[in-house]
């Protein structure tokens, strides 16, 4: 799956300008929305349980997202206390990131850091089944639930999960093509972020929530 990350750029500069072109934003769009569509179906593994990522959302701070964590702390809320917190979702992916150290807080979730270090984006997992292709929390996704579900503690930030690797305590194993079939999921409906206010999302268009039906 990491064959998508050449394409996926960091396309601002340190003010948060952006830098590339269209052609640049362009290509890493369709590369982060393919990786999406791709991590869709495949089997999550934490600490022995298992779930099936079910939807996701895209946070691309690398092109200018006003709703990706790393992006606000650095260019919006610029004394926030999550500065540093955020830098994970700058490193090579796949990685796991927690919006907060405490899993207690309603607001806290889990995404998966993807592309090369450098880069800054991250998928939010909104909803996934569990081994028995049961929704765990609301079909228009639980985050919280998910993590807690998860048992995810704050030692698990910035955690790299292993790719079809299981040796590893945190890893995705690529079932997508074997769950789309076997329960045929053969639409993948893209729909705008929930709850989520972004100028980048108006002015870009893009429909970065993404689930299998």
């Known amino acids: 799956m990491d064959k998508y990350f050449d394409n996926i750029k960091n396309l601002i500069d340190s003010n948060g300008s952006f830098i590339g072109t269209p052609q640049d934003k362009k290509l890493s769009i369709t590369e982060v929305e393919s990786l999406a569509v791709s991590i869709l179906g495949c089997t999550l593994h934490v600490h022995g349980k298992e779930f099936i990522i079910r939807m996701l959302e895209i946070y691309y701070g690398g092109i200018g997202d006003d709703a990706h964590d790393w992006y606000r702390t650095h260019f919006i809320y610029k004394k926030s206390k999550y500065k540093e917190w955020t830098e994970v979702q700058t490193k090579e ?76 305590d945190i890893y995705i194993e690529n079932t997508s093509d074997t769950v789309i079939e076997s329960k045929e999921l053969t639409t993948v409906k893209k729909q705008r972020r929930i709850n989520v206010t972004s100028q980048f999302e108006e002015e870009n268009k893009v429909f970065w929530n993404f689930s299998l039906e």
């Open 93 to 168: 992916g796949f990685r796991v990131y927690l919006s907060s150290p405490d899993v207690s807080d309603a607001f806290t979730r889990f995404d998966i850091v993807v592309g090369h270090e450098g880069v800054p984006v991250s998928f939010l997992i909104r909803s996934v089944w569990d081994s028995d292709f049961k929704i765990i929390g609301a079909k228009k996704g639980s985050p919280n639930i998910i993590l807690n579900k998860m048992e995810l503690k704050e030692g698990d930030h910035d955690k790299i999960i292993g790719f079809n690797n299981h040796e590893s």
